[in-house]
């Protein structure tokens, strides 16, 4: 699922809007082993263009699992 998620944001990163719903999304399937690997790839590709979703979704993911 990582490598499927992986192509879909890359896919809609032309849309904040479909960005951020792709994301969530896919917060939902992948495994708790699989979501740091997964949040550094997302930081790497996205950072210059969504810095502020990334902290948004992936910051209500840690309140969450706290």
Same mark, same amino acid.
């Given at each position: ?7 879909? $944001?890359? @896919?809609? =990163?032309? =849309? @904040?809007?479909?960005?951020?719903k792709?994301? &969530? @999304?896919?917060? @939902?399937? $992948? ?7 997964? &949040?550094?790839?997302?930081? %790497? %590709?996205?950072?210059?263009?969504? #810095? &502020?979703?990334?902290? #948004?979704?992936?910051? =209500? ?6």
């Amino acid at each position: 699922m990582l490598d499927y998620v992986k192509i879909i $944001l890359l @896919k809609v =990163s032309f =849309s @904040k809007t479909l960005f951020e719903k792709e994301l &969530r @999304k896919a917060l @939902k399937v $992948l495994t708790p082993t699989e979501v740091p690997d997964f &949040r550094d790839w997302c930081y %790497q %590709q996205f950072a210059r263009i969504y #810095r &502020r979703v990334l902290k #948004r979704v992936f910051g =209500s993911l840690e309140l969450a699992g706290n």
